[in-house]
């Protein structure tokens, strides 16, 4: 028995599109003699669909894609994920679910038990969990259906769940585990993934056909890395990462693989790539082509412009150079050197015009003030408007340059760099930033050397260094992430040896600028815990601030 | 039996702050000889703790809230909501419990079964459902305690759930039941609530002291309006909306009252009512005192400076005025009108010299290309620059002024007429804004009667219209309420009578604005689906756009 796996880029509501997607893969895997076709979860609709779930007429729209397919279902089985209707009034209105699809009609449907609920999921919101588990019979094997999460609880050893769908399915003897997943990436996840598919064979001893989908949904990057496990817990094959793939396997040599055939998840590589993909894909989706950003002469544009110019192309980055009184004259260089060595069109437009008649407008309002945080803000929010002007006029999107660091502290002004559709370094802490450059200019000096290592400052006023405000970004950033990824507490912090003043003054910090992040761009994800969809805070909290 | 009812405005995760009010609550009714006192849901933590939860640390502190409470609760009996460690390691790590404290100890904690887990709620995110039900006993009687949803799942006819946790606990014969809630406010659910009330009493005879959290947590009212219900289905007492209120009552008196006394759910009062608080709550629990915004001689900006004014009091409101070369003549005098009417500090900032500027600064690259939304929006980012400039120099929140039909289509200007920490009327329609404002004006005129009867313009370019890109107000509404409060297709809003074309051209236009909203402020919801945490939208998906 051969068995297809694809691992393609679906888009949210795009019936018409996904199902044209999935209709072509269908003709090739027919062509390279596949019996069954596996696609990801919820493959229809995109995933994560939200709350388009919760109108009846996408629901409808869902359930004409299945007919189409399964009318395609003809000399080839079809696996692949479709939200399904539940029939019984009580519980939730859904099921996510992964049908089969045979001979012309739906063979069989199997919905998912584990529904995540937790970080940028959102399941339970819309699906009412599996409690029947049967496997599917076709061309003599018997096969064992399971959606993402649901292979996530071996043996019931995951503390969130009750069920373990694997061990309910055993009973029933299958070949083999098909498993469709829409499995988010984070630089630690593709190790997990790994992982988790080893213990499932470890204990289940059957070959598992695992289709993740590949692609970017706004924030959120799926990875692909779709994984073919032989019985013996090796791996038997690994699609790449980022990108659409479609291979047809042979059931017998999995079964007897002894090889382990792993590709490299070195993590600078993965977030660079994750990166790249989710810009073209935020751009891709939602039918645009080009970007623009300001280029200050500092790591996090520098950054920025490269992983967009790696995305779209460097014609259609547009870098606009908004010098200031206060901007030194490295400045100006590094950043015309860095759109030089991009090939990326260039403009200068300096703020001082702009600035001053704010000044004037402003000055018998702000007499007997002095220069400060407002004077700041008034050339970060000139920028950002210049910006925008130029987004507005051309049609590019702005990309926002923030770093985590400073989103998580506060280190910005809204509606000034802090403007941008898409968040594009925002879930990267600044270290990690450096980090990036270094791999960047790996094979050859990309981003000027000078950026990468004068101190960081926005250069708001005479002489300002990021350092001034804040700690090095080498005490800072540990600090940030024990309290975002970890959640842990002040008192755990200290304990690790940071100093206690620092400690609270900073998560306070964290907490207090809520209210800036809830009205930031959609931050491209790379962590197990970026701001955005997935850490939700109340403003007008008062913990620890 | 005496029993108070204490409904409060609790402040998340201010544990000391709310653990000081209930005990101030606790001594009062002493005085009132008060056998048992009832807080409202999660009462120690402040509701909706979202993430906070997360936090091994916040927990700890609620525990230690609940200890102190105990100790408190002695010659009276304590009902307190409160988060609860899980002990078992399957499944959610927390229970939302409702704890019953007496002699100085915790006597009993029934957990909440009913997990809201829709629109703002993101209960199963958190907490797992309670499978036990168990009454406690005090002083002869038998109490069911019950927290919020669980009383919305009468007789299981919620198609939502599986249990009714009132239904588990009759056999044990309950005296009379305690409901501790924190159940948010739209304009609709006051009603909805007396109906479910008298539909509990209907089926179970007994006495219900419905005590509900009262004050605004950042966008979500809590109404208050806790209820006593005599068994007969009779309302024995309402508790005002909108503000704080202890009150004992006496069991004998509830269980053979006759009355029926309910107060006044008049849509308008409870909108503006609403509104109020929830800006003074945004401010008073954020540590702001005074707002800013900008008034353009539009009805928008004059309802918020109303609300906001009676929030906050006029002097904490400035008001800044910033015509350009397309206001008409009556806007400045509109606007001047209002601040006068309202005893409001004005400013008039003309924004020519920095919008000149800005076209100074553009017009090498805006070479060749005429007038239109690009330069539209420079004059919305300078005057929200303006305003910004004046809330960083003087730390005054600016408040923004959208209203709900053109955050739906998209008609207002990131970061320019968006800007703004708080939406006061994002969940208003125009419709329903022009009503509110005749509601302010009922016992005179506080808005100039030309702000409400001129045509809506933006005032953008010359002799410009909201009519000109929109339809008009009074069938644009209904269209986008038929869509986002009802989640009707485009065919059920065609077949009640709409434009096909206009039906789809506005569908796609809420659909493509997703990333302008994902970007705004809070808003203050009043409505059953407000634009915000409520309502969660992919912004890169293509159904309906």
Redesign the interface.
């Known amino acids: 028995m051969k068995i297809a796996m694809a691992q393609l880029n679906f888009?949210?509501?795009?019936f018409d599109?996904n199902v044209k997607k999935m209709l072509d893969a269908v003709k090739t895997a027919k062509a390279q003699k596949a019996d069954i076709i596996c696609f990801s979860e919820l493959a229809t609709c995109?995933y994560?669909?939200?709350?388009?779930l919760?109108?009846?007429?996408?629901i409808?729209l869902a359930e004409k894609a299945v007919k189409t397919l399964a009318k395609a279902a003809k000399g080839i089985a079809i696996a692949v994920g479709s939200p399904t209707r539940n029939p019984v009034?009580?519980?939730?209105?859904l099921y996510n679910s992964a049908y089969f699809l045979a001979n012309g009609k739906i063979q069989h449907v199997q919905h998912k038990a584990l529904l995540p609920?937790?970080d940028i999921f959102?399941e339970?919101?819309y699906f009412e969990p599996a409690t029947e588990f049967k496997t599917v019979q076709f061309k003599g094997k018997t096969i064992a259906l399971t959606v993402c999460e649901d292979i996530w609880n071996i043996g019931?050893k995951n503390?969130?769940?009750?069920v373990c769908p694997m061990d309910e399915l055993m009973p029933q003897q299958p070949d083999f585990m098909i498993n469709l997943s829409a499995s988010p990436f984070s630089y630690s996840h593709a190790a997990a993934r790994l992982k988790i598919l080893k213990a499932n064979t470890a204990r289940y001893k059957v070959p598992i056909f695992y289709v993740n989908h590949s692609g970017?949904?706004?924030e959120i990057l799926f990875d692909g890395g779709s994984v073919v496990m032989s019985p013996n817990g090796k791996v038997y094959d690994e699609m790449p990462y980022f990108q659409e793939c479609l291979k047809t396997y042979d059931l017998d040599e999995v079964l007897t693989n002894k090889k382990n055939t792993v590709q490299s998840k070195d993590k600078m590589t993965l977030i660079h790539d994750g990166i790249v993909m989710g810009i073209k894909?935020?751009f891709g989706?939602?039918g645009f082509k080009r970007a623009i950003l300001g280029l200050s002469g500092g790591i996090d544009s520098a950054v920025t412009a490269v992983l967009a110019a790696r995305a779209l192309g460097p014609n259609n980055v547009r870098a606009i150079l908004m010098p200031s009184e206060f901007s030194s004259d490295h400045s100006i260089n590094d950043a015309r050197d860095l759109a030089m060595n991009l090939g990326m069109q260039y403009?200068i437009?300096?703020?001082a015009?702009?600035y001053?008649?704010?000044k004037?407008?402003?000055s018998p309002?702000?007499a007997g003030?002095t220069f400060?945080?407002?004077e700041e803000?008034?050339q970060a929010?000139?920028r950002?408007?210049?910006l925008?002007?130029?987004s507005?006029?051309f049609g590019n999107i702005l990309l926002n340059t923030s770093n985590k660091s400073e989103a998580a502290v506060g280190y910005g002004t809204?509606?000034g760099d802090m403007?941008g559709?898409l968040s594009v370094i925002g879930d990267v802490y600044k270290v990690e930033v450096f980090k990036l450059a270094k791999f960047i200019n790996k094979d050859g000096e990309v981003i000027p050397e000078n950026t990468i290592t004068k101190p960081p400052s926005a250069e708001l006023r005479p002489d300002q260094k990021d350092s001034d405000s804040l700690p090095e970004y080498d005490i800072l950033d540990p600090i940030l992430y024990h309290y975002i990824e970890e959640?842990k507490?002040?008192?755990?912090i200290i304990d690790m040896g940071y100093d206690k003043k620092l400690v609270h003054r900073i998560l306070r910090l964290v907490n207090i600028n809520e209210?800036k992040r809830?009205?930031?761009?959609?931050v491209i994800r790379v962590s197990s815990k970026a701001f955005g969809?997935g850490?939700?805070?109340?403003?007008?909290?008062?913990?620890?601030?």
């Open positions: 888009h949210i509501g795009n599109g995109g994560p669909p939200r709350d388009f919760e109108f009846e007429d996408f409808d009034k009580e519980g939730k209105d609920t937790y959102d339970y919101r019931n503390p969130l769940y009750k970017a949904q706004t894909d935020y989706k939602l403009d437009m300096p703020i015009k702009p001053e008649a704010f004037e407008v402003l309002h702000y003030t400060g945080l407002a803000n008034i929010r000139t950002g408007l210049l925008m002007a130029m507005n006029k809204l509606y403007c559709g959640r507490s002040p008192k755990d209210f809830y009205q930031t761009a959609p969809v850490r939700r805070m109340p403003i007008v909290g008062k913990y620890l601030s």
